[in-house]
């Protein structure tokens, strides 16, 4: 009989952990939480100091049943739940759902799942970190407060189902708003001025780019003035004015948190940021290698620190040193041995819990994904602890009147960390200018001149990956909330997303609207930031918990009720139109749907006749003469068409007007209060006074 139970949370670590421990110990999962607030209620009260009230999450009954029966056999129960505040709660949801109060119990953690790390951690029990307990209740009835007691006006004006969120109607706005800048940006057209110049010896031309004159820089804002310095260089003899060669470097990157790694696999594997996390728990809990039983492949998923531990350090110089030699260890492997000590990080950055185990090796032991995020944590943390890349530089200046042109080139002097790793936005560093054999007696000849028009651009649209980058820069959000954010945006079909990029949804749009105008607080980014912090204070016991929600909750309580009085005033109906339902002869009401706008019989459930609803904007279609209507793509997106598609073909992203362009008769499209010609070619700007702006 086991005398130690030890208690984790996800049934795929229960196999592998037993296998290190040996049949003293029986090792059981608790399948995550085991008590939560109840979901028909807010779950706290706020007339007892806000005082939560747990239940037994509803089919956990049997499991705790099955776990209590072990407590009884067991001398030590070990609480192994994850190592974060989420899993502190976990333990702490245990001790009383099974009355371990009476018991001895331990609370244990682990970074890695090997061998070497249960055991130490066997070693080394403490008490549960209320601190870490409290910060997750904490984050929990807020998220209920703006949850429960928000999403009910949603669904009054809006429709049910909806829901608004702490962290997610922050990241909704700033789609929003990004949306819109996108929307409202005016091209500014600029020109760029390259020569080309001949070098005796180079095979090539050298090129050079136009950098101004003697006073300084200069941006060449128009056609006239291209064509004023091209006018001024007719002629003119070209000579190279100073030289310079140095060397610089270029840093290894540091090891994957949560927020890098998602990023990354999302850039270089086209992994959503739910897939990645998927997957890293995949490697985390434990895989079947061949030659090694079931392993954990990766530490800790779920990290903001970039710390390594001493072993760790000492393990990557091994290999390095032994696969490619002590000139590629990176000269702050010893230094940051010395401060180990001063950090306080809770976690380890994200790396291969054993760096032996190459990935190469054991590819066949594993799935395509997991081959490729486990290749890429490997490679990004061995390349982390290798030297820097050296490169070779030249940069020169080139006279020709009172005009200055600039080249530079760059060639690797030594690859260091790059001989294995790259990330996929490392720009490609191909040689394409001869400079290293210039000297400022080179002799140059003018070759021709390649001069290109440009417009400015708009923001990109939001990635996953840069959404991500964006939430973390702001403080919004911790690495365990990225994935369920967006996750939750895209379920909901606030958001969409085509090939990469995220686009916001007439749904999403409306959502946002009501946030902002009722709610301005909640979807502040820098109040959301702010509490961000005071919830971490908690964490590190600086911060008494229920302050945090004392604080918060009247504000909130007080902007629901003024909503709630608002929302009272209106009376929410559909909208009649004049569109006769075929099949029952009523006419059809406007109704919102998950991806927007429809049109439905009122005769529902009777009659069940629905079809798109194709809004006219008053303007005549460009190509045909008839209605331009809004639509919605497949996935939700907004854009303008004609009503007799698909016969006629006519589409576009921005609102098109019946004014037309002054300078070519194109009809022009409204970008915020401008007006802006829709032909590429033309790009005239015009304010909507009709004022020219140009």
């Known amino acids: 009989m086991a005398k130690n139970l030890v208690i984790v949370e996800s049934p795929a670590k229960v196999h592998t952990i037993k296998k290190f421990l040996g049949?003293?110990?029986?090792?059981?999962?608790?399948?995550?939480?085991?008590?939560?607030?109840?979901?028909?209620?807010l779950g706290f009260d706020p007339e007892n100091d806000f005082e939560p009230k747990y239940i037994t999450i509803r089919g956990k009954g049997e499991l705790l049943a099955a776990l209590r029966k072990e407590v009884k056999k067991a001398d030590k129960i070990f609480l192994a739940t994850d190592p974060d505040r989420e899993g502190e709660?976990?333990?702490?949801?245990?001790?009383?759902?099974?009355?371990?109060?009476?018991k001895k119990v331990y609370r244990i953690t682990f970074n890695e799942i090997t061998k070497t790390a249960v055991k130490n951690s066997l070693k080394n029990p403490r008490e549960i970190d209320m601190d870490l307990v409290d910060a997750q209740q904490a984050r929990r009835m807020l998220d209920r407060?703006?949850?429960?007691?928000?999403s009910p006006l949603l669904w009054a004006k809006v429709k049910r189902g909806l829901s608004a969120g702490r962290v997610q109607s922050v990241a909704l706005r700033i789609i929003c708003d990004r949306e819109k800048e996108i929307e409202q940006f005016i091209p500014q057209e600029y020109y760029t001025l390259d020569v080309l110049l001949d070098a005796a010896g180079a095979k090539k031309p050298i090129v050079a780019k136009y950098y101004g004159d003697k006073t300084g820089k200069k941006d060449i804002s128009d056609k006239a003035s291209l064509d004023k310095i091209m006018a001024e260089l007719k002629g003119a003899d070209f000579s190279i004015a100073s030289i310079k060669k140095g060397t610089r470097e270029k840093k290894a990157p540091l090891p994957f948190t949560t927020s890098t790694m998602q990023q990354e696999a999302s850039k270089a594997l086209n992994f959503s940021i739910q897939k990645t996390m998927s997957v890293a728990q995949q490697l985390y809990e434990g895989v079947s290698v061949k030659g090694h039983g079931t392993i954990g492949l990766i530490t800790y998923l779920r990290t903001d620190s970039t710390r390594v531990s001493d072993e760790a350090r000492a393990n990557a110089e091994a290999f390095i040193s032994s696969n490619y030699g002590e000139n590629y260890l990176s000269a702050q492997v010893a230094s940051s041995k010395k401060n180990s000590g001063k950090v306080q990080d809770a976690h380890e950055a994200i790396r291969p819990a054993n760096i032996e185990l190459i990935p190469s090796e054991i590819k066949d032991s594993l799935t395509r994904d997991q081959f490729?995020?486990?290749?890429?944590?490997?490679?990004?943390?061995?390349?982390?602890?290798?030297?820097?890349?050296?490169?070779?530089?030249?940069?020169?200046?080139?006279?020709?009147?009172?005009?200055?042109?600039?080249?530079s080139d760059s060639s690797i002097n030594f690859d260091g960390f790059m001989m294995i790793y790259t990330s996929a936005d490392d720009e490609t560093e191909a040689k394409t200018h001869p400079l290293a054999k210039l000297t400022e007696d080179t002799k140059l000849q003018f070759n021709s001149f390649d001069e290109k028009q440009h417009f400015t651009q708009p923001a990109p649209h939001f990635t996953e990956a840069s959404l991500v980058k964006t939430l973390e820069e702001l403080g919004i959000g911790r690495p365990s909330t990225y994935s369920p954010t967006i996750t939750t945006l895209l379920k909901r079909h606030y958001i969409t997303k085509e090939a990469k990029n995220l686009f916001v949804t007439e749904l999403g749009e409306v959502v946002n609207s009501i946030m902002v105008e009722s709610?301005?607080?909640?979807?502040?980014?820098?109040f959301t930031a702010n509490l961000?912090?005071?919830?971490?204070?908690?964490?590190?016991?600086?911060?008494?918990?229920?302050?945090?929600?004392r604080n918060f909750y009247p504000d909130l309580e007080k902007a629901v009720k003024v909503a709630e009085e608002e929302l009272a005033k209106v009376e929410?109906?559909?909208?009649?139109?004049?569109?006769?339902?075929?099949?029952?002869?009523?006419?059809?009401?406007?109704?919102?749907?998950?991806?927007?706008?429809?049109?439905?019989?009122?005769?529902?459930?009777?009659?069940?006749?629905?079809?798109?609803?194709?809004?006219?904007?008053?303007?005549?279609?460009?190509?045909?003469?008839?209605?331009?209507?809004?639509?919605?793509?497949?996935?939700g997106r907004k854009f303008f068409g004609c009503?007799?598609?698909?016969?006629?073909?006519?589409?576009?992203?921005?609102?098109?007007?019946?004014e037309k362009c002054p300078k070519c008769g194109t009809y022009m499209v409204e970008k915020g209060n401008k007006l802006v010609c829709a032909n590429d070619d033309c790009r005239f700007v015009q304010s909507v006074n009709k004022d020219s702006d140009k």
């Open 145 to 150: 407060m703006v949850g429960y007691k928000i």
């Open 372 to 407: 490729r995020l486990y290749q890429l944590v490997w490679k990004r943390f061995v390349a982390s602890q290798m030297a820097n890349a050296i490169y070779d530089t030249v940069s020169l200046n080139v006279q020709a009147k009172d005009h200055v042109f600039t080249a």
């Open 519 to 526: 709610f301005p607080i909640i979807v502040d980014d820098k």
């Open 572 to 635: 929410i109906q559909d909208e009649v139109t004049d569109v006769i339902c075929e099949e029952c002869g009523r006419n059809m009401v406007i109704k919102f749907g998950p991806h927007g706008k429809f049109l439905a019989c009122p005769g529902f459930p009777e009659c069940r006749n629905t079809k798109p609803f194709l809004e006219k904007i008053g303007v005549p279609c460009p190509k045909c003469g008839g209605d331009v209507v809004i639509r919605k793509s497949q996935k």
């Open 532 to 549: 961000e912090l005071l919830l971490d204070g908690v964490e590190e016991g600086s911060v008494e918990w229920k302050s945090v929600v």
């Open 643 to 658: 009503s007799n598609h698909p016969e006629c073909d006519f589409i576009s992203w921005s609102k098109p007007t019946t």
């Open 89 to 102: 709660a976990i333990s702490w949801h245990l001790t009383h759902a099974l009355n371990l109060q009476d």
């Open 23 to 41: 049949s003293n110990y029986e090792v059981m999962a608790s399948q995550g939480h085991v008590r939560d607030m109840p979901k028909s209620q």
